[in-house]
């Protein structure tokens, strides 16, 4: 009895486990994790969690597919930290939010945003963009300019910050922004610059 109290007091003491909000799918190249300030190894196959960061390296990729079906995918020289992610089956309340620091990545959405209001977001230092479920890429083709397209889907891209906002509907559209400027108005992009977008997030 003695001995099943104590194991129960160690149990009781001992620190949460954080619970798995994906996994990395692909890995190439050199990628580094922070969680809770500390420095990880991670391969392909391992649990990511909430909070945690990741920066890749010149011609690394990485894919993450997340625990409700998203696929997130990063390029080269990009920052990234899963600031939140919250997700239940059947709940209408889930929610997540990512911050985009530097680079190219690519967002499809999975269950996540299957919800009245979803409530799904990327903030990026030029502007903040609302997600309701799509397949669009994100990054910065020239210095200073994030540009956002929607590739497919049926839902639009909302792209805001505290100049003003505008809205993608159509695949096919994309939207540049400057840091402290009102978004510019969607227009449709030449397939050279969908290739080139697309190139800087496709696995070699």
Do not use: C
Request: charged share 20%; proline share 4%.
């Amino acid at each position: 009895m003695k001995s099943l109290f104590f194991v129960l007091l160690i149990l009781l003491f001992l620190p949460a486990q954080a619970e798995s909000v994906g996994v990395i799918s692909v890995s190439v190249g050199e990628v580094s994790w922070y969680r809770a300030g500390n420095e990880l190894q991670l391969q392909r196959g391992d649990a990511v969690e909430q909070g945690d960061k990741v920066s890749t390296g010149r011609n690394a990729r990485l894919v993450l597919k997340m625990n409700e079906g998203s696929v997130i995918t990063l390029g080269a020289d990009t920052s990234v930290q899963l600031s939140e992610w919250q997700y239940a089956a059947g709940s209408d309340s889930n929610s997540a939010h990512l911050e985009f620091v530097e680079g190219a990545f690519r967002f499809i959405t999975g269950l996540i945003t299957r919800q009245a209001d979803p409530q799904l977001t990327v903030t990026t230092p030029a502007a903040t963009i609302g997600i309701r479920g799509t397949d669009f890429w994100g990054g910065y083709l020239q210095p200073d300019v994030l540009d956002v397209i929607m590739l497919e889907g049926e839902h639009k891209l909302e792209i805001r910050n505290d100049a003003g906002v505008v809205f993608i509907n159509e695949p096919g559209f994309g939207v540049s922004v400057v840091a402290g400027e009102s978004p510019r108005q969607p227009l449709k992009w030449g397939e050279e610059k969908v290739q080139r977008a697309v190139r800087s997030v496709s696995l070699p």
